[in-house]
């Protein structure tokens, strides 16, 4: 029963997982690792499924967990690196061949500006497809906040993307 | 197409107001439309990275504790299963052999006595049988002890 349950509700939410601990290490060995931890720890904890309201959000603030505390053990990444979020290297981008590599690039640029919260909870929702209250659950963050940030996130994005396409910045 | 719709739903995301389904309505409109007005298009880039961002993949493996035993195969099954029987044989053979078996004989053998021939039949006839038995078993005590001094007396001599 717990193992069926593994296969068809937790073990899908990975690929997520991993995107979420990729942007917040930066580092895609580092995040199959918390990944496979993530996994680990919540099959080690199959008693308290029952209980838990949310599998995938619990998943989730586990991964952030994990990500934090493997971050604090590896300080040696330069912020510019942990800001990175998702490397360039993984995909081939069909996306690139159809825009200019500007806007990739500005794109790029204005998410590593942004301060670390507004950065996770536009992951959360424009990539993952979070509610809000899942969101606020996950980040252990007041509702209002998750907007707040989610909003300013989003300005700033639109500010870049407008000047990109004003002048190409 | 309804430009109207859509730039109105963009506002709306970029001031955070919009639900998940009309963030997937945004979504589904960039990706299934290529020629649009300019002040739109400029968006175009943003929508396409979303969605080139939610194609990421992990490849991490399920973890070994949560996968399935593989199947063994038939041969080895009857191998275990006949190595099993080898060992209760085996087992089963030797309890046979050693435990119960003697008790059985003796059995049989008390069995096949009939006791009932060398009963006395009479008081007098008990009380005689008795004697003789408690004479014979005397005679054997005091001849053991005869020899025992004897021997005493030998050991003494040799001294």
């Known amino acids: ?169 | 197409m309804d430009y109207k719709l859509i730039r109105d739903l963009l506002d709306k995301y970029f001031q955070g107001n919009t639900s998940l389904e009309e963030e997937t309505q945004l979504a589904a409109f960039f990706r299934q439309n290529t020629q649009m007005p300019d002040d739109i298009k400029a968006y175009a880039a943003w929508f396409g990275y979303l969605r080139e961002q939610r194609a990421v993949k992990s490849s991490a493996p399920a973890p070994r504790m949560v996968t399935p035993a593989p199947a063994r195969p038939f041969w080895i099954a009857i191998k275990t299963i006949s190595r099993i029987a080898a060992v209760l044989l085996i087992g089963f053979g030797g309890f046979r052999l050693f435990s119960p078996r003697s008790q059985e004989i003796n059995t049989e053998k008390t069995a096949a006595i009939d006791w009932s021939k060398y009963e006395a039949e009479t008081p007098e006839e008990a009380f005689r049988l008795t004697s003789k038995a408690l004479k014979r078993t005397s005679a054997e005590l005091n001849r053991g002890a005869a020899r025992a001094v004897e021997k005493v007396f030998n050991v003494k001599e040799q001294q």
């Open chain 1, 1 to 169: 029963m717990s193992l069926q349950f593994f296969h068809t509700h937790i073990f899908p939410v990975k690929d997520k997982l991993y995107r979420f601990a990729l942007r917040l290490l930066g580092n895609t060995a580092d995040a199959e690792d918390v990944v496979q931890e993530v996994l680990i720890k919540t099959w080690n904890q199959r008693g308290e499924w029952p209980n838990i309201r949310n599998v995938e959000a619990w998943c989730m603030t586990l991964t952030r967990n994990l990500s934090i505390d493997r971050k604090r053990l590896h300080r040696h990444y330069t912020t510019e690196e942990a800001a990175s979020g998702l490397p360039d290297e993984r995909l081939p981008s069909p996306f690139q061949a159809a825009v200019a590599e500007e806007y990739t690039v500005n794109i790029q640029k204005a998410l590593n500006e942004l301060p670390e919260k507004q950065k996770l909870v536009m992951h959360l929702r424009d990539i993952e497809g979070q509610s809000y209250q899942e969101i606020s659950e996950i980040l252990d963050m007041p509702l209002n906040q998750v907007k707040i940030n989610l909003f300013r996130a989003r300005q700033y994005i639109r500010e870049t993307l407008l000047k990109t396409e004003r002048y190409g910045l």
